[in-house]
């Protein structure tokens, strides 16, 4: 097989960057966790903070084996697999191999393309800019919406209609609005309490 289908076949994938930190947002924030940053996303966020990833093409790529050897390293054992847009590769054979290794899986996913993998816990995060795929909704254990515009409020709640009922919900504020948005975020969390509050505390500790 050449490197196009193993790629398709989610035995490759680009790697855009792998690291272990703390985990800053979220469900799991402060706990040890090694991320892995697969390239390539389609969805275009004006605000998005890792550019970078947008082409595949411009990552290596790396077996999944490698990959998991890599995250083997660290003594942590819960692995975060992020983007760029992760749902772009079929992440079945990655996410069994981690398991198989002792690792605890978790995405950050904007749902764009259909879900794929084994995952103990899936954050999906929809963006306004492009649509997410309809597999996502029954899979989501968390919602969590970025706040940049006063119109995320309602975007937020559409999509709280249509994930499971035990999905826990969250509001971010996007980073460079924080300042504007997080005093009208609690408002909102205190007297919507289904809402929870997330910040994206790694900027604080100053940590990938
Ligand atoms: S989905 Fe994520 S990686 Fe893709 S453009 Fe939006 S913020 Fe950036």
Redesign the pocket.
């Given at each position: 097989m050449d490197t196009k289908e193993l790629v398709e076949k989610g035995l490759e994938l680009p790697l855009m960057e792998a690291f272990y930190t703390i985990q800053g947002e979220g469900r799991f924030t402060g706990y040890p966790a090694y991320f892995i940053r697969l390239g390539g996303?389609?969805?275009?966020?004006v605000?998005?903070?890792?550019?970078e990833?947008?082409d595949s093409g411009k990552w290596p790529v790396f077996s999944i084996e490698q990959l998991v050897e890599d995250a083997l390293a660290f003594p942590g054992r819960l692995a975060v697999i992020?983007?760029?847009?992760p749902l772009m590769y079929d992440l079945g054979p990655l996410t069994a191999l981690l398991k198989a290794n002792g690792f605890t899986t978790n995405i950050?996913?904007?749902g764009?393309h259909p879900f794929s993998g084994d995952f103990d816990w899936v954050c999906f995060?929809p963006?306004k800019?492009?649509k997410p795929h309809t597999s996502i909704y029954k899979e989501a254990d968390e919602l969590k919406v970025?706040v940049f515009h006063q119109s995320d409020f309602a975007f937020a709640e559409e999509h709280a209609a249509l994930v499971n009922s035990s999905c826990e919900l969250r509001l971010q504020p996007e980073w460079s609005k924080a300042d504007k948005f997080t005093p009208i975020i609690i408002d909102f969390a205190k007297n919507r309490p289904k809402w929870k509050i997330s910040l994206q505390t790694h900027k604080f500790m100053d940590i990938p």
């Open positions: 996303c389609d969805v275009g966020c605000w998005c903070d890792v550019k990833s947008w992020t983007g760029g847009e950050e996913t904007s764009a995060s963006k800019f492009k970025v």
